[in-house]
């Protein structure tokens, strides 16, 4: 029972997926059986659940001003499937450009750049962030 209240007790601090935890259980030293078959009550109550984690996650990094490939790839390192991952990034399917382009508004500021050197030192934040070459270039036409 002391496995299930350490698990409680990490969940209580934020979500996490069902990958996370059993990872910062294993790392307190717990065995695998006992991990598997907390994570099993867990969900079977609902206090895990990876598509609720993954959707958080994916609200909490678009605020942060982050890209889908970045988003998506946080979200694969957490343990989250790929049927998830692309569940989560649908809601904001028609908004990645409109996104890049505010990302680079507080950044950079609202002019557009003026030169190729400027040109290329917004888009390369924009990579950094996450946002596909067809999502900056299209913020650029704007």
Not at 16 to 32: I, N, V
Not at 52 to 66: I, N, W
Not at 108 to 136: C, V
Request: glycine content about 4%; hydrophobic content about 40%; aromatic content about 10%.
């Amino acid at each position: 029972m002391a496995i299930f209240q350490r698990a409680l007790s990490i969940l209580a601090q934020r979500d996490h997926s069902a990958h996370e935890l059993s990872q910062k259980l294993a790392q307190k030293g717990y065995a695998w059986p006992e991990i598997e078959a907390v994570i099993l009550q867990l969900v079977a109550k609902n206090y895990l659940n990876d598509g609720r984690f993954a959707e958080l996650y994916c609200e909490y990094r678009v605020a942060k001003g982050d890209g889908r490939i970045k988003i998506a790839h946080a979200l694969q390192q957490r343990g989250i499937s790929n049927p998830l991952i692309q569940q989560s990034l649908s809601v904001y399917q028609t908004q990645w450009t409109d996104l890049a382009a505010q990302a680079c508004r507080q950044h950079f500021g609202a002019t557009l750049p003026q030169n190729p050197a400027e040109r290329q030192k917004q888009a390369r934040f924009l990579l950094n962030r996450g946002f596909a070459w067809t999502e900056i270039q299209a913020c650029f036409k704007r």
